[in-house]
């Protein structure tokens, strides 16, 4: 026989998968909420025992990442709302490195990262998802709340999964950084690696790199590194102090005049003497005077004999 429509059976299936699929992605409200800054809302009533619950029933997770959960949510719950807001603010208000907007972690501040939250935004309006406007849209828990949003409308499980593993390597580098702080947050990166179906090596690898640039690090830091440094960087003081003195500025600039008159002088034309021919000259005309004299006087006589 042909292929028939659906019969009522398979509908009813059908449906039960999506509510199905869309209960387990509460999982990601969750970790939307306990990754947010811990507010007055997260402390009130029992909301701290749901998200216990929900934790413990996920099937996405392990059991191992669900206990490490749970000991967070026990964590918060001894702490009290202002003990808590401290730790966060100490944990992820201090720096770049565990900073929770995705695009910051590709982009850093070029001009790139606003066109990409351009487009993200893009996506929440066209899904209908409307976000507050003092929140930027690559933010992770605004992020994941809209993933969760998704997965009620749409019953698209894969999609979403596909969503998160598309951030995995920036998920990883925050895991890891925060179980070098020894934190319990990093659980949180865990169960949104197994979610996204993405091993959880992923963070062993970006830990393994951090100790890798730390030995590097230390190396560098080291007394014959600091020795080696020194060495290739001397730095000549009295030749940087004679040339920034000011009597020894002006005593080149002085110079430097000297230069600039003895050169102009000797631009100036020569006129030689041949002091021989001078001289031959000069007897000459002596000569001729005396000549002269003796003419005179001749003359004299003759008139006063006469």
Known sequence: MSDATPTVENTNIEQTNIQSNSHEMKLLKVISLLMDYPSHELFADDTLDVCKDLVKNSRLISPAVRGEIADLID?????????????YDSLFERGRTLSLWLFEHVHGESRDR???????????????????????????PMYLEFLAYQAVATGDEMQVRMDIADVSHILAVLGARLIDKQSEYASLFKALLQVAGQPLSLIDDELANMNKSEAVKLAEDSLEAIDSEWEEEMVDFLGAEQ????????????????????????????????????????????NELQSQSNHLKNNTLKEGVQ
């Open 114 to 140: 606003g066109q990409a939250m351009v487009d993200l935004m893009a996506q929440y309006e066209q899904a209908g998802f409307a976000i507050d406007a003092k929140e930027l849209p690559d933010y992770i």
């Open 75 to 87: 964590s918060l719950t001894n702490l009290g709302e202002l003990e808590a807001q401290a730790r």
């Open 243 to 286: 040339e920034n003195c000011p009597s020894n500025q002006t005593k080149q600039h002085i110079a430097q005049n000297l230069g600039q008159q003895a050169q102009h002088n000797s631009i100036t034309p020569v006129h030689w003497v041949d002091f021989n021919q001078t001289s031959s000259r000069a007897n000459s005309q002596s």
